[in-house]
């Protein structure tokens, strides 16, 4: 276990690996978060490794005051023999750094979501939110600072930490210090919907790393073209370098994949299994057409609805022949326009199934409720997979379906998802706003011959586990290395 001032190497995200939830009795109950994070960290063998997170509400905050200098693992929390310190920011800064920019400017920028006439306006408010971010991600770089050895490797996780490679770099020149982003990177024109000063702290933000990864090449570049054009950097596009007031920056393509040895075991576990009953009761021998996604307005959910509804018009053959079995679990309902999205695909279900369900044939399954264990029955269940987002750093939901079907799926899958990338060659592309387009290609896809549907799937899922989550991090950490 880690001792203060000793870690060697030192990852930093808004959420751990750990949350907790308080009972009527003030008791605490620790939950193990998942994905390819936590995966990773766990490949590491070093016993001098912390994790660095935020608390994310009261529980955790509670469990950060009955712990030394915030560390869980010194606090009497069994965090499964990681490292884990947990920061209580004050909530009114967290608000501002997490909703306010990270969530509703940063994610909206970089996924092109902005309504252009009316949004975004960076008025006096906004103003106020950008110091609560500064604030935020200050409170990061300083106890990363505080715990790092000398010449320590410190791996920053994604938009929500932009700031504080730099922020670091400042207090402890010594660190070697690597920056991930999980989500796409605006083009230079858009990027500049950002004010001038809050442009170039982003830019320099995350120049302050020695290192900084993207999940494809595309996202790297358009990183690079927006360090040229706002701060006169000096790119090498070839080499994947960014030259600016007197250090580089590597910038690295790391491709997540899927993790497939966890996720085939986990697949077929007796929940899944239970699950996976009822959705085959519910299904009939019928084919289905599957997604799985949180109800993030990146994600395109009414867009692949409305393509559905069109399938269903235009080509009646797939009338009583096809269920479309849709998982959209909310996400960020604490901002209006989640919650206006999520109304808008629980009405769009309701009108489908209203123009074409029958006494024996309910078109649309729909689900909000969040159900690992049945996205994971669905998966198995697939015959076709509908990923469709407008943007999308990369997007395991296409990598994961190939890996768990059992009869093989045929994949539609937006050129907008980082994705796209490594599977263009087995999926079926889509322009993820052309409606009609996606409808046909859903035909296409229906209409596949078994044969090749499973020699496509088999693909598919070689090239989604390429690169285990585990060794995905390690990549990184060998590059920030060497």
């Keep these: ?132 971010f500064t604030a935020y991600n200050r409170a990061f770089a300083e106890a990363l600072a505080a715990e790092a050895a000398p010449g320590a490797a410190v791996l920053v996780q994604d938009y929500h930490l932009t700031l504080v490679p730099a922020l670091l770099r400042e207090l402890r020149p010594d660190l070697r210090i690597s920056y991930f982003l999980h989500i796409p990177w605006a083009p230079v024109d858009y990027f500049r919907l950002l004010p001038d000063e809050q442009a170039r702290a982003v830019l320099t933000g995350v120049l302050g790393a020695d290192r900084a990864g993207f999940h494809t090449r595309r996202w790297a570049l358009a990183f690079a073209d927006c360090c040229a054009d706002v701060l006169g950097a000096e790119v090498d596009r070839d080499a994947l370098t960014v030259a600016f007031d007197g250090r580089r920056t590597r910038l690295g393509v790391h491709s997540l994949g899927a993790d497939g040895e966890f996720l085939r075991e986990r697949a077929h576990r007796a929940d899944v299994d239970e699950r996976l009953a009822a959705l085959r009761a519910a299904v009939g021998p019928r084919r289905t057409v599957v997604r799985v996604d949180r109800t993030e307005l990146s994600k395109n959910i009414v867009r692949g609805l409305l393509a559905y509804r069109h399938l269903l018009r235009s080509r009646p053959q797939w009338r009583g022949e096809v269920v479309h079995v849709a998982f959209a679990y909310p996400s960020r ?131 989604a586990t390429a690169l285990s989550p585990q060794q995905w991090f390690l990549d990184q950490l060998a590059a920030l290395n060497s």
């Design 1 to 132: 276990m880690a001792d203060l001032t000793t870690a060697r190497v030192l990852v930093a995200s808004n959420r751990g690996p750990v949350s907790f939830s308080s009972g009527p009795d003030g008791a605490l109950t620790l939950r193990r978060g998942g994905g390819g994070l936590v995966s990773g960290l766990s490949a590491i063998d070093d016993p001098h490794a912390v994790w660095v997170c935020a608390a994310l509400g009261d529980a955790d905050r509670e469990a950060v005051r009955r712990s030394p200098q915030g560390r869980l693992d010194r606090g009497g929390f069994d965090v499964g023999g990681q490292a884990v310190r947990m920061l209580d920011i004050d909530p009114e800064v967290f608000d501002q750094a997490y909703n306010g920019v990270a969530n509703s400017t940063l994610w909206f920028l970089h996924h092109m979501l902005y309504n252009t006439p009316t949004d975004p306006a960076f008025d006096a408010a906004a103003a106020q939110r950008w110091q609560g």
């Design 333 to 463: 309902q604490d901002l209006a326009e989640y919650r206006e999205y999520t109304a808008a695909v629980r009405r769009i279900s309701e009108e489908i199934n209203a123009e074409f369900a029958t006494a024996d044939w309910q078109p649309l399954i729909l689900q909000v409720e969040d159900d690992f264990a049945r996205s994971l029955a669905a998966y198995r269940l697939a015959d076709v997979a509908l990923v469709n987002p407008i943007r999308d750093g990369m997007n395991l939901v296409a990598k994961e379906v190939p890996v768990v079907s059992e009869a093989g799926c045929a994949l539609v899958l937006s050129h907008e998802a980082g994705a796209w990338a490594e599977l263009a060659e087995d999926a079926i592309g889509i322009n993820p706003y052309d409606v009609l387009g996606t409808a046909e290609a859903l035909h296409r896809a229906l209409s596949m011959p078994p044969a090749e549907r499973t020699e496509r799937t088999k693909r598919l899922a070689a090239a």
